[in-house]
């Protein structure tokens, strides 16, 4: 399961199963593929990951564009 959206800040984030982590729930920036990015988070709870997802949307400190 993917969930995309894009923040006023043009960062994608995607919301999604992770199955090689323990079937955690996992945000991140769409296309930061490393497994030890700094911006890679992991919650057990569908919805914690939700909650955060929608606060790293609104933050503009979340990702520097380059």
Not at 2 to 11: D, E, H, L, S, T
Not at 15 to 43: C, I, Q, T
């Amino acid at each position: 399961m993917n969930i995309m959206a894009k923040n006023k800040f043009g960062v994608k984030w995607e919301l999604f199963m992770d199955e090689l982590n323990y079937d955690m729930w996992a945000v991140r920036p769409v296309g930061d593929k490393d497994f030890n990015s700094p911006r890679l988070f992991h919650f057990i709870k569908k919805q914690d990951a939700e909650k955060f997802k929608e606060l790293v949307e609104k933050s503009y400190h979340a990702v520097l564009k380059k």
